[in-house]
Structures are given as C-alpha cells and as structure tokens.
T-cell receptor, first 114, second 115 residues
Framework: DTGVSQDPRHKITKRGQNVTFRCDPISEHNRLYWYRQTLGQGPEFLTY????????KSRLLSDRFSAERPKGSFSTLEIQRTEQGDSAMYLC????????????FGSGTRLTVV | AQSVAQPEDQVNVAEGNPLTVKCTYS??????LFWYVQYPNRGLQFLLK????DNLVKGSYGFEAEFNKSQTSFHLKKPSALVSDSALYFC?????????????WGLGTSLAVNP
C-alpha cells in the first residue's frame, strides 16, 4: 500500500454536468476525509467517514454534493449539476483511529468547471 | 470552538538564514498540533506533530516546531533555509475533547526562500 490514491488527477467538465471522484485510502485506516481547497486557501472540511458511516457533513456541502463509502474502503464524492464555483482541488485524506499519526493526504483531484 | 491562526500570509527569508512560520491555536482539551507542507499542484505532506511529551518536536527536512502552552503557539522553525523549502505551510489542530478527530486548518503561509 503506497498511500492514499485519488482518481482522476484532473477533471474538466462543462457547467451542469455531473462528476464523480474516487479515493482509495490506506487500507488499515478506518477514517476518511474529504476536503476542498481553492487557490491560496487552506483545506475546507467537507465530510468525514468512520468505516462506512458518514459521521459529519459540512454546511459547505450543498445538496448537489454526495459522498459514499459503501464498504468502508474506497470512497466516492459526486457533484451534480456542477457550477463554476465548484472549481477547486478536492483532497482526500485517511487516518487510523489514533490521531497521533495525523492524516495522510492523496494528491488531490483538480476540478475545472467551464 | 477550535481555531487556528497563521498571522502571516507570506514569509520571505534569504537562503541560509533561519526561518520561522507562526501558528497559534485555540482548543478545548489538550491540543494535537500538526504542520503540513504543500508544493505547487501537489497534495499536503506531513512535516511534524505534537501530541504529548517534549515541547520541541523535530520533523522532516530539518524542520522543528516548539509547543508553547502558555502562548498557545506552535511555530515552525528551521535553522538554515533552503530555496527548495519554498512552499505553502499549513498548521492544523485537533484535540482530545470528544471523539471528533477532524483537523482544523489555518489559512496557510507562503514561504519564499531567496537565493
């Protein structure tokens, strides 16, 4: 296991289209997080899973956003009816139950909505 | 509420000089503190953390940070900066209060090391 993988690395889509991103965490990590980052800003928390349960969802996550982690392993983040304001880097991170180890981040998916 | 402040948007230092990137925090309970670095078009990379123990924490690439409980600070330092250290640096905090292991992030500090 070489770390957290995110796919795709880049996505360009037309406004109004749906997009889906995938995150494969480190296999022994039971916690998975989605963040959004815009240029020059820090990561903004979107949602958090412990195993397959979605335990917290940010108010930033409108009804157009949905995330799943069906078997407690990989996760998907879907954005429906994309808007130009959705353009950002979407970061996935995973962690073990012991916060001592912090998060391990993937390289991110850069979304551009045109 | 938990919060993190990085008071400087940008820090400029000459290569070979010491650098400091500042971070202050506010949490309930005992803080867990982290520094991450982000190079252009890359994800965030873990540098170091403070959980408990010695206040001076040593991390990757020669970086260190000092936990100061009375000043609620966790400043990142390096004795001699390299041009390759130029990047975005993020401070983050969690706490042992409750079961929420979500990190709260600062807005980042852009470090520029000039040759």
């Amino acid at each position: 296991d070489t770390g957290v993988s995110q796919d795709p690395r880049h996505k360009i889509t037309k406004r109004g289209q749906n997009v889906t991103f995938r995150c494969d965490p480190i296999s022994e990590h039971n916690r998975l997080y989605w963040y959004r980052q815009t240029l020059g800003q820090g990561p903004e928390f979107l949602t958090y899973f412990q195993n397959e349960a979605q335990l917290e969802k940010s108010r930033l996550l409108s009804d157009r956003f949905s995330a799943e982690r069906p078997k407690g392993s990989f996760s998907t983040l879907e954005i429906q009816r994309t808007e130009q304001g959705d353009s950002a880097m979407y970061l996935c991170a995973s962690s073990s139950p012991d916060i001592n180890y912090g998060y391990t981040f993937g390289s991110g998916t850069r979304l551009t909505v045109v | 509420a938990q919060s993190v402040a990085q008071p400087e948007d940008q820090v400029n230092v000459a290569e070979g000089n010491p650098l400091t990137v500042k971070c202050t925090y506010s949490v309930s309970g005992n803080p867990y503190l982290f520094w991450y670095v982000q190079y252009p078009n890359r994800g965030l990379q873990f540098l170091l953390k403070y959980i408990t123990g010695d206040n001076l924490v040593k991390g990757s690439y020669g970086f260190e940070a000092e936990f100061n409980k009375s000043q609620t600070s966790f400043h990142l330092k390096k004795p001699s900066a390299l041009v390759s250290d130029s990047a975005l640096y993020f401070c983050a905090v969690s706490s042992n209060a409750g079961n929420n292991r979500k990190l709260i992030w600062g807005l980042g500090t852009s470090l520029a090391v000039n040759p």
